[in-house]
């Protein structure tokens, strides 16, 4: 199973398949109770270096928010060194 993680195609159909459920549950949740937008966001971070449109939503989110995205680049620093 380790092996199979470790395999890039495998990781990126994973990563795909996460944040599409991320997207497509952040859109439920944006009219049903629970945390929609954080959850869209969530999906569009994950997506951002695959999908070109997400990418320039990403780009767009740090330059109107510079704190919190340097506030989720520590945490993506702090994340990859953990692994």
């Given at each position: ?79 990859r060194k953990k692994r």
């Amino acid at each position: 199973m380790k092996r199979l993680l470790r395999n890039k195609h495998t990781r990126l159909v994973l990563k795909h398949l996460l944040g599409w459920i991320c997207i497509v549950l952040g859109i439920v949740m944006l009219v049903t109770p629970g945390q929609g937008i954080l959850t869209l966001l969530a999906g569009i971070y994950l997506l951002a270096d695959e999908v070109p449109l997400f990418g320039k939503i990403k780009a767009w989110l740090q330059h109107r928010f510079p704190r919190a995205a340097a506030a989720a680049e520590r945490m993506k620093e702090r994340f990859r060194k953990k692994r």
